[in-house]
Every structure is written in structure tokens, then in C-alpha cells.
């Protein structure tokens, strides 16, 4: 019986929660986050696995993928991000979490080889954005 009173709790937050805006969403998930003391550790370093492939590509010059700047059109730039981040491998993420590594100056993609930080860093350029690799 208690399960059908959770099920029922559960359909009413997402009711409510897709009624918000994507800046509404970002605040709410700050919120959780903040309340429970939820990390993002695991997330980053997921989405940095790289594929077998290329682990044995160039072990010592791996590299960081940083965002400085979004420039002029922002979703642009997080929707590139998501689509970076989840072709990398690992934990697939979406624009809002795009954005909130972003806006909080976490890394992109950690510990990948230089030729794909070169290669991503082009994508995102060609969005407006600002990059570094580290």
C-alpha cells in the first residue's frame, strides 16, 4: 500500500517539476544537491572514461577540457557540451547538467588524450565558446 502512496508522491513532483523553466530546473537540482549533500565526482570522472581505443593513444599527455566562456549563444555551447561529454563515453548527461559544469567551472572531460581535447575544443569554438586545455 505504501508503495502506491510513493508512486503517487513521485507523479506529483515530476507534475510539478515540468511545469518549471531550464533556469528553474538548474536552482532546483543546485537545491538537492545542497540539501543532500550530493556529489559530482563520480559524474565528471565517468564522463572522462575514455574508450579502450584510445586509452593506449598517448597515456602521459592526457589532458583537461575547460570552458571559459560560453560567448553570445549559450545553449548552443551547452548543447555541445552534452553532445562532447556523452560521445566521450561514461555517464551521459543533460544540457542542464551541461551548463551547471559550466557555471560552477567544473572541467568538461578530464584525463582524455590531447588530440580529442584539440578535436572538442574546435567543436566548441565553432559554437561561440571559449577553451581551455590543461
Same mark, same amino acid.
Given at each position: 500500500?505504501?508503495?502506491?502512496?510513493?508512486?503517487?508522491?513521485?507523479?506529483?513532483?515530476?507534475?510539478?517539476?515540468?511545469?518549471?523553466?531550464? #533556469? $528553474? +530546473?538548474? %536552482?532546483? &537540482?543546485? @537545491?538537492?544537491?545542497?540539501?543532500?549533500?550530493?556529489?559530482?565526482? *563520480?559524474?565528471?570522472?565517468?564522463?572522462?572514461?575514455?574508450?579502450?581505443?584510445?586509452?593506449?593513444?598517448?597515456?602521459?599527455?592526457?589532458?583537461?577540457?575547460?570552458?571559459?566562456?560560453?560567448?553570445?549563444?549559450?545553449?548552443?555551447?551547452? #548543447? $555541445? +557540451?552534452? %553532445?562532447? &561529454?556523452? @560521445?566521450?563515453?561514461?555517464?551521459?548527461?543533460?544540457?542542464?547538467? *551541461?551548463?551547471?559544469?559550466?557555471?560552477?567551472?567544473?572541467?568538461?572531460?578530464?584525463?582524455?588524450?590531447?588530440?580529442?581535447?584539440?578535436?572538442?575544443?574546435?567543436?566548441?569554438?565553432?559554437?561561440?565558446?571559449?577553451?581551455?586545455?590543461?
Amino acid at each position: 500500500m505504501s508503495e502506491i502512496k510513493n508512486n503517487k508522491k513521485v507523479n506529483e513532483i515530476i507534475e510539478g517539476i515540468s511545469s518549471l523553466s531550464l #533556469g $528553474e +530546473v538548474s %536552482e532546483l &537540482v543546485d @537545491s538537492i544537491k545542497e540539501k543532500f549533500n550530493i556529489q559530482e565526482t *563520480a559524474i565528471v570522472q565517468a564522463a572522462a572514461v575514455t574508450q579502450e581505443g584510445e586509452k593506449t593513444e598517448e597515456k602521459g599527455g592526457n589532458v583537461t577540457l575547460h570552458v571559459s566562456e560560453v560567448g553570445a549563444q549559450p545553449i548552443k555551447v551547452y #548543447g $555541445e +557540451v552534452k %553532445e562532447v &561529454v556523452n @560521445s566521450a563515453g561514461g555517464e551521459q548527461i543533460n544540457i542542464v547538467k *551541461a551548463k551547471q559544469m559550466i557555471d560552477q567551472k567544473k572541467p568538461i572531460l578530464e584525463n582524455i588524450p590531447k588530440a580529442k581535447a584539440e578535436e572538442y575544443k574546435k567543436r566548441l569554438e565553432d559554437k561561440g565558446a571559449k577553451v581551455e586545455i590543461k
